[in-house]
């Protein structure tokens, strides 16, 4: 008789058979880092996923969560199980979600034609002949960055809701644009908010791969992305108990749910 919630598929040398199951992942990319002397938001890490995904028990997968960018930098990129996604752009620069525009310098593209859905959304404009020189705010894995208008930077883009975890949780957020007058807000989903002079910009939050946030003094420091992460939705019946890299367990009906703050393994 077949167990439930398996798929024999045969017996190799001896010992367990092997046996496939399906799983439920996200897996989010690290944070762009926001500008400081251009001081615009960064972009939002790629974010990916979907049901659907096949494991096996002969299989160790290991789990890669990228580190937020900084100075301004990409984010990197966090995967699983032969699911990539792509860092977040820093200011100007493209990534899972672009990086905002500066005042001197175009926005950053997202990664928005490789997957469907998308793993993120363009940065906004930022404009150079007002007195504010509003930055654009970085792409989010909902929507593009706001772009700089009159004296206000651009706000960064929304990030998106999972229940993976068995809770909504939105993560993914850009982060806001900076400006001498009025800054943009970050994205919701961990974007840093924007800052106006004088004022360091805050990082994304840790886990969401939410983009930092945009200065507008021009000896302000870069803000840091936030890093990623990677959550397995496994079928308890299938689930091993082996993994490394102390990913937080919990259960969600007849589910085991692991969560990824850090890189490490798990042995189907």
Same mark, same amino acid.
């Given at each position: 008789m077949t167990? !439930?919630?398996y798929t024999i598929l045969g017996f190799g040398s001896g010992g367990i058979p092997y046996a496939e199951y399906n799983v439920e992942y996200l897996v989010i990319a690290g944070g762009g880092s926001g500008g400081g002397q251009d001081g615009a938001g960064g972009g939002a890490g790629g974010y990916r996923t979907a049901?659907?995904?096949?494991l096996n028990n002969k299989e160790n997968y290991t789990v890669v969560v990228g580190a937020g960018g900084y +100075?301004?930098?990409? *984010?990197s990129t966090s995967s699983f199980a032969g699911i990539n996604t792509t860092g977040g752009g820093g200011q100007t620069q493209d990534g899972g979600?672009?990086?905002? #525009?500066g005042i001197f310098s175009a926005q950053g593209?997202?990664? =928005?034609? #490789?997957? &469907?859905?998308? =793993?993120?959304y363009d940065g906004g +404009?930022?404009?150079y002949n007002v007195p504010g020189h509003p930055r654009g705010g970085g792409g989010g894995a909902s929507e593009a960055g706001g772009a700089g208008s009159g004296n206000t930077g651009g706000d960064g883009g929304d990030g998106r809701a999972s229940s993976i975890t068995g809770a909504s949780v939105t993560r993914g957020g850009g982060g806001g644009g900076g400006s001498r007058s009025t800054s943009g807000s970050g994205g919701s989903g961990g974007g840093g908010d924007g800052r106006t002079s004088g004022h360091p910009a805050p990082s994304g939050t840790a886990n969401? #791969?939410? *983009?930092? *946030?945009?200065?507008? +003094? +021009? !000896?302000?420091?870069?803000?840091? #992305?936030? &890093?990623?992460?990677?959550i397995i939705k496994i079928p308890t019946i299938s689930y091993s108990g082996v993994k490394t890299?102390?990913?937080?367990? &919990?259960t969600d009906g007849s589910d085991t749910i692991l969560v990824f703050n850090a890189s490490g393994s798990y042995h189907g």
């Open positions: 167990p !439930f919630g049901t659907g995904l096949t +100075d301004p930098a990409k *984010g979600s672009g990086g905002g #525009g593209s997202g990664n =928005e034609g #490789g997957y &469907s859905p998308v =793993e993120g +404009d930022g404009i969401t #791969g939410g *983009g930092g *946030g945009g200065a507008s +003094d +021009d !000896f302000s420091s870069s803000s840091t #992305g936030g &890093s990623g992460v990677v890299g102390s990913p937080t367990v &919990s």
